[in-house]
């Protein structure tokens, strides 16, 4: 890998060029390849070149985001979002030889204050074993610079990393040595990032691990980028929620008006549909008997013109020969007047041109007798003309009622159908006028009717649309009632899950005999709900702990190597007792008597030491039983005393013997249960010894036979002696020794 380092000093230099906080510097000592390697970044930018394997991947994962988010979790670490290379790993793997190791990683951020450059320094001190997979880390904070003159240096003699007790001393009072994760963590985002929430320091994390990623430009989800993104924004203000909900509750007080205004719709709606079907019918009723009465109006106007027409015609003509009567009669009256005169005339008496006058006569007969003809002809037809004129005044009143008639159905019609106002003016007109103005007002009113019964459609598709976005929000409702449900009993199961570790967290702390939490079991269980925390805490436990005993466990190591070493000599020579049988007490000069077929055994077969007793006690007091001959001495299985003829031995009279004033030799020894002997007389023969630690008393003397701690023994007479016989053969309890 090739650190690029660029020309510009200014961030080692102690200058900077900024008002907010920039990454300076960073280093990784003794982690993974890196011994003590310190990045300088440029204006805050930092560029990691070389070919794979070098380790830019590794320093972003030693370093960043980690040193901001202290979460030690694998996929968090990796930069590829595995599990596989844990920090543990990283401390402990690639091929490192020893049993622990401790490092440091660190950040350091420069601010051009007011009056100097401010410096901030963040970091944790890593520590692993072999003996765990987990790893101890303790995170600081100061204002100290890592490496310059009067600043913090992480190393003491012999480049041995520091301890926590001294990096805790290192720092003083320039610095934090924080209990934990959280704490830590709450301090670099009150300093670093000032005004950001938990929250939208969480998601700045979250957009650091998904820029982080490699190759980013081949995956990059813009949609994830985007939700990233989007939780960073910041929260909405308060008085903004109460307002949006208040929003909500009008929302909802609005839609329960519209639903009840729906309702009122539905029944204006219903009402408007049966109204408009009987005003439809009413007025197609209405309209095909007003196009039935201007029809027949129409025929009977033309009727009645033609009927005037001829009615004038058979006027004039009536006229005419009233006249022509007139005239034919004043021509008569004074044809008569003539011929009266002519009679009385001087001529006609006298017969002058009297034939002349008979044909003008005869002629003027003739004509008045044509005009009467003609005349009569004439009063004929006009009393005919006048009897249809009078028939068409009949038919011209009778259509005339009807059109009345049709009108006032017309003007009822159009009343039901709200079209008075329209009809009503349309009197003043001609039939023709009136009939177009009519066919206008109904096209007109079909027009509106069609316009009405579209409007009727829509507004019944958006009342349809309206109902299928009330039952989806009604169905939304339920979803969002039912996960509220299931969150609640989450909740209700998460409390109960809490309440439960919060005991059992409780009960192994005060039952913990290795980490030091019977005391602090209240604040671990307080801890529950704070995994990181709980963790912090009881990862410095650990850490203390694991140090005490890699301590106590170095020191057992070396007592090993000690005892290792002072056991050999003592192995070989186990080695050769083991090869051996059981050692027996050399036989006293005065046992002659043969024991191979005789049953029971001697007191040391029948016992045996108890286990607190030192060996130099036990070895003084076998020296005293064997000084003594009740080492050797032998019992019987009944607890008698019989002899043996074949030659002289020592026996224990068991059944007989007297206990000890005080302690006696069960003190220090036991019955074996396993010996051919009832264990009930070996402890009363044991209890017939007197013992001492030391040199026997004087109250130990009246013992028939006292043994003490210091080798020492003595016998009593044997008129005293019941606790052995020193029997001879032949001979009798006074001869005892």
């Not at 694998?74 to 590829?80: E, W």
């Not at 903004?240 to 029944?267: K, N």
């Not at 704070?530 to 005993?549: H, I, Y």
């Amino acid at each position: 890998m090739t650190v690029l380092t660029l020309p510009s000093g200014d961030a080692s230099a102690g200058t900077l060029r900024t008002d907010r906080w920039q990454p300076t510097r960073a280093g990784v000592l003794n982690v993974w390849r890196y011994y003590d390697e310190v990045f300088t970044f440029h204006r805050g930018r930092l560029l990691l070149r070389g070919p794979n394997g070098t380790g830019k991947s590794k320093a972003l994962e030693l370093l960043l985001p980690y040193l901001l988010d202290a979460n030690l979790r694998p996929s968090r670490l990796s930069t590829f979002g595995g599990s596989e290379r844990t920090m543990h790993w990283n401390l402990m793997g690639d091929g490192y030889p020893h049993t622990t190791r401790v490092g440091y990683v660190w950040l350091e951020f420069g601010h051009d204050g007011d009056d100097a450059a401010r410096w901030f320094t963040c970091g944790a001190r890593l520590a692993a074993s072999t003996n765990t997979r987990t790893v101890d880390a303790t995170y600081f904070t100061t204002e100290l610079r890592v490496g310059s003159s009067g600043g913090l240096s992480l190393m003491k003699d012999g480049n041995v990393p520091l301890t926590r007790q001294d990096l805790t001393h290192a720092l003083g009072d320039r610095g934090v040595v924080h209990t934990g994760a959280e704490s830590y963590r709450r301090a670099v985002r009150e300093t670093l990032f000032r005004g950001l929430n938990e929250t939208q320091y969480e998601a700045l994390i979250a957009t650091l691990l998904q820029l982080r990623t490699p190759k980013l430009s081949e995956h990059l989800n813009p949609d994830a980028l985007s939700e990233v993104l989007s939780k960073a924004l910041p929260p909405l203000d308060a008085a903004d929620l109460a307002e949006i909900a208040e929003g909500f509750e009008q929302l909802d007080r609005r839609r329960e008006r519209l639903a009840r205004l729906d309702e009122e719709v539905t029944a204006a709606r219903r009402l408007a549909e049966r109204q408009q079907r009987y005003a439809r019918r009413a007025l197609r009723r209405g309209a095909a008997e007003v196009v039935a009465a201007t029809t027949k109006l129409d025929n009977v106007t033309r009727d009645a013109r033609q009927r005037r027409q001829e009615h004038a015609t058979a006027a004039a003509e009536l006229a005419q020969v009233s006249t022509a009567i007139s005239d034919n009669e004043r021509e008569q009256a004074v044809t008569e007047e003539t011929i009266g005169g002519l009679r009385d005339s001087d001529a006609y008496r006298e017969g002058q041109q009297l034939d002349q006058l008979r044909r003008e006569a005869a002629t003027a007969q003739r004509t008045a007798e044509q005009a009467a003809a003609a005349a009569g002809k004439r009063r004929a037809e006009a009393a005919k003309a006048a009897q249809r004129a009078e028939g068409l005044v009949a038919e011209l009143a009778t259509i005339a009622a009807q059109a009345s008639r049709s009108w006032r159905d017309t003007t009822a019609a159009a009343l039901s159908a709200g079209m008075a106002t329209l009809v009503e003016p349309l009197a003043a007109e001609t039939a023709d006028r009136a009939r177009q103005l009519l066919r206008g007002i109904i096209r007109a009113r079909e027009d509106e009717i069609a316009a009405v019964a579209a409007a009727l459609a829509e507004h019944g598709r958006v009342v349809a649309e309206r109902d299928r976005t009330q039952d989806r929000r009604e169905r939304r409702t339920a979803e969002r009632d039912a996960a509220g449900a299931a969150l609640r009993q989450v909740k209700r199961t998460y409390d109960e899950e809490v309440a439960g570790l919060r005991d059992a967290i409780a009960r192994w702390a005060s039952g913990c005999a290795v980490l030091p939490v019977a005391g602090r079991a209240t604040d671990l269980a307080d801890l529950v709900g704070d995994e990181v925390a709980l963790n912090s805490l009881v990862g410095d436990l650990s850490a203390t702990v694991r140090e005490q005993l890699a301590m106590a466990h170095a020191d057992q190591r070396a007592r090993d190597t000690e005892l290792v070493r002072r056991r050999e000599p003592l192995t070989g020579r186990l080695a050769a007792l083991s090869r051996t049988t059981t050692l027996e007490p050399a036989a006293p000069r005065q046992r002659t008597a043969p024991r191979d077929d005789r049953p029971g055994a001697p007191l040391w077969r029948l016992v045996d030491w108890r286990p607190d007793v030192p060996a130099e006690v036990q070895a003084a007091v076998e020296a005293g039983l064997e000084a003594s001959g009740i080492l050797d001495a032998w019992i019987w299985p009944d607890g008698s005393v019989t002899s043996d003829r074949r030659g002289h031995d020592t026996y224990l009279a068991a059944a007989t013997a007297l206990p000890a004033p005080h302690e006696s030799l069960l003190a220090v020894l036991a019955p074996d249960e396993r010996a051919p002997v009832p264990a009930a007389l070996v402890a009363a023969a044991l209890a017939g010894v007197a013992f001492g630690p030391g040199a026997p008393t004087t109250s130990q003397l009246s013992a028939p036979t006292a043994v003490g701690g210091s080798a020492r023994y003595t016998a009593a007479p044997a008129s005293r002696m019941c606790s052995f016989w020193a029997r001879q053969p032949g001979s009798g309890p006074g001869s005892g020794r």
